[in-house]
């Protein structure tokens, strides 16, 4: 078929469709349902004891705002990446949160390998933090790669990814707020590990919903 | 923003609504835009034209997306360039089994590899010159290929215009034959 013929077919039944909400809007939008849902999470698990004690630590509260950023920004920037004529380089809009938050990890490693001895006596389990960051990160994640579904046909794996990562970051940020952890090397593992999962997860599995024909 | 761009958004902007001949008008005028990213990509020009349609359908599926505010002309561009760089994965991982011709005219990169042909002539026009006698070789170079008058070919070889003539006919009669010129 010669491309003018293909054109004839495509307006011949042309259908009026409703313009998509901008970038921002959709970000918005399901940032709103996240904190929504975390928050409801958060108040269901309680507020930790002695989350009074540490929101007056500066590197603590720093810690928490950077993982509430890198959330907030790799939403926008998946939603800007579904697009196809914006630029690459949103991709870069979470990484300095996300920098500034595993460093601030890191040095607390190092500072709690001062105050509390040895990285192997910090280290355990904490399962719990896996389940929550999985459990509500893999819905919110669902819902926001079908939101931008229209990414499929041209530049799924970057909205894939960022889309896990804005989903595991905010759940990390909710999960800070009720559970205790004190070890940041125990917060590196599990909350990083967790993450790290999910991220994966929703680069594999992911596919299929932005694949998806298109609404 | 130049005149044509601005109308290219409104023809989609009007297409989101429903105008079909907006949209034709649309999809008409951006075609040479298509086609001209799609084979900056890919040289073999139907498999060009496939990814142009390509684009065409992703550009039908996500017109709901086009945010009327921004240009068009980057976002067809680069919904094309994606179209353009998958046929070219596709046909990478086909690559091994097909060999386009089209474009080997010439077979082999040595520039003397493809004058087979002329070659062979050659060879035997020479072989064909060998069977001459003296005086016809001599005749013919002076007389047709120096292209000098008979008086002057009589002159350098000493033989007289008559039997120049004479030679030189021979001569060609003996090529003729010989390269198989129907007289």
């Known amino acids: 078929m010669r491309s003018e013929e293909l054109i004839g077919e495509l307006t011949a039944g042309l259908r009026p469709v409703r313009r998509m909400a901008s970038p921002a809007r959709q970000a918005g939008l399901w940032l709103g349902l996240a904190a929504l849902a975390v928050g409801l999470a958060v108040l269901a698990n309680g507020l930790r004891h002695d989350l009074q004690e540490r929101m007056l630590m500066p590197q603590e509260v720093g810690q928490w705002l950077a993982s509430v950023l890198a959330g907030v920004l790799a939403a926008v920037a998946a939603a800007m990446l579904a697009r196809p004529d914006r630029s690459w380089r949103w991709v870069l809009l979470p990484v300095p949160a996300l920098i500034g938050w595993f460093g601030s990890l890191g040095w607390g490693c190092l500072a709690d390998l001062a105050r509390l001895g040895p990285m192997a006596g910090q280290i355990g389990t904490s399962w719990g933090c896996l389940r929550f960051i999985l459990a509500m990160g893999v819905p919110l994640a669902a819902v926001l790669f079908w939101l931008l579904r229209h990414a499929g046909p041209v530049r799924p794996m970057p909205v894939l990814l960022l889309g896990g990562l804005a989903s595991a970051a905010l759940c990390s940020a909710g999960l800070s707020l009720f559970h205790h952890l004190d070890a940041a090397v125990m917060v590196l593992l599990w909350h990083g590990g967790a993450m790290l999962l999910l991220v994966l997860a929703g680069a594999l599995l992911g596919r299929p919903l932005v694949m998806r024909r298109q609404a | ?183």
């Open chain 2, 1 to 183: 923003m130049s005149r044509t761009e601005g109308e290219w958004e409104a023809w989609m902007a009007a297409a989101q609504a429903g105008d079909a001949a907006a949209y034709d008008r649309l999809l008409r005028a951006a075609l040479p835009l298509l086609r001209a990213v799609a084979r900056r990509r890919i040289v073999n020009p139907a498999e060009a034209e496939d990814a142009v349609q390509d684009a065409l359908l992703t550009i039908h599926t996500l017109r709901h997306s086009y945010e009327p505010a921004r240009p068009i002309r980057p976002w067809m561009v680069a919904i094309c360039e994606r179209r353009a760089i998958d046929r070219l994965r596709r046909q990478g991982r086909r690559g091994g089994r097909e060999t386009p011709i089209d474009d080997f005219g010439e077979t082999l990169a040595a520039p003397g590899a493809n004058k087979g042909e002329e070659r062979v002539a050659a060879a035997e026009l020479r072989a064909a010159v060998a069977e001459l006698s003296e005086p016809q070789r001599t005749a013919l170079r002076l007389a047709k290929l120096e292209d000098l008058p008979l008086t002057e070919a009589s002159a350098r070889s000493g033989m007289s215009v008559g039997a120049l003539k004479v030679a030189t006919h021979r001569a060609m009669k003996v090529l003729r034959r010989r390269l198989g010129v129907e007289e």
